[in-house]
């Protein structure tokens, strides 16, 4: 059965690093998430992508933050200066041709700011 | 007004117990509704879909009421394996694809 995977599993850096978080999505799929879930708290949407571009974004979302899809397969996060805030996992998800059903999650990676 | 809301639990059942699980939304405009699990450290996974007139998927029954804006979930026969946190998630409009997560309901089956 077709997975989104994702490396690392666990990156552990120091505050002010900048960290890049990698996904394979489910080859087929258009349509690319970023989540996170802070310890304890709810899934929250951090950006989609669609097309090779931004189709939404939440205001967690800032400029610290940039996505990219650098050839056919990966997909990437990265947070360009990291706080203590940003420990978190992080979920990449991947959808098919419409984006609206089911999302495939990721097993994420979870990120710790020292 | 939380836009997904959810109790929290936890719910602690006996093996072959019914338990049900309510959600409710904010948004009454929102299109796709699911319940998602996730278990301890590890990511959402897709339990059902929720549609309008209801539906089944063995011991797993959703409800969707959009006048009242609430969804539930009814699991039958409970097993161990149903333990874990059931998410209730809403996609809030039909111009976005992202999804809104309720905080999750913790279900422990006990034997």
């Known amino acids: 059965e077709p997975e989104v995977t994702q490396t690392p599993s666990h990156q552990v850096t120091q505050m002010g690093q900048e960290v890049i978080l990698r996904c394979v999505p489910i080859?087929?799929?258009?349509?690319f998430y970023w989540y996170r879930q802070i310890l304890g708290q709810k899934v929250e949407f951090l950006v989609s992508?669609?097309?090779?571009?931004?189709?939404?974004k939440s205001e967690i979302f800032d400029d610290q933050f940039s996505v990219e899809r650098p050839d056919g397969s990966n997909f990437t996060l990265k947070i360009r200066s990291t706080k203590l805030e940003d420990s978190a996992m992080y979920f990449c998800?991947?959808?098919?041709?419409?984006?609206?059903?089911?999302?495939?999650f990721g097993p994420g990676t979870r990120l710790t700011v020292l | 007004r939380k836009e997904v809301e959810q109790d929290p639990g936890p719910f602690n059942v006996p093996e072959g117990a019914t338990v049900a699980f309510n959600c409710t939304y904010s948004?009454?405009?929102?299109?796709?509704f699911f319940w998602y699990r996730q278990d301890c450290r590890k990511e959402p996974k897709l339990l059902m879909s929720?549609?309008?007139s209801g539906n089944e998927d063995g011991r797993f029954t959703a409800q969707l009421n959009r006048a009242s804006q609430y969804i539930s979930l009814l699991i039958r026969d409970s097993k161990l394996s149903d333990s874990a946190t059931y998410l209730c998630?809403?996609?809030?409009?039909?111009?976005?694809?992202?999804?809104?997560f309720g905080s999750g309901t913790r279900l422990q089956v006990q034997p």
């Open positions: 929720v549609y309008s």
């Open positions: 948004n009454s405009a929102s299109q796709s």
């Open positions: 992508f669609y097309n090779n571009e931004i189709s939404e």
């Open positions: 998630v809403v996609n809030p409009d039909t111009g976005r694809r992202a999804l809104t």
């Open positions: 998800a991947s959808a098919g041709t419409s984006g609206l059903g089911e999302q495939f």
């Open positions: 080859s087929n799929h258009l349509y």
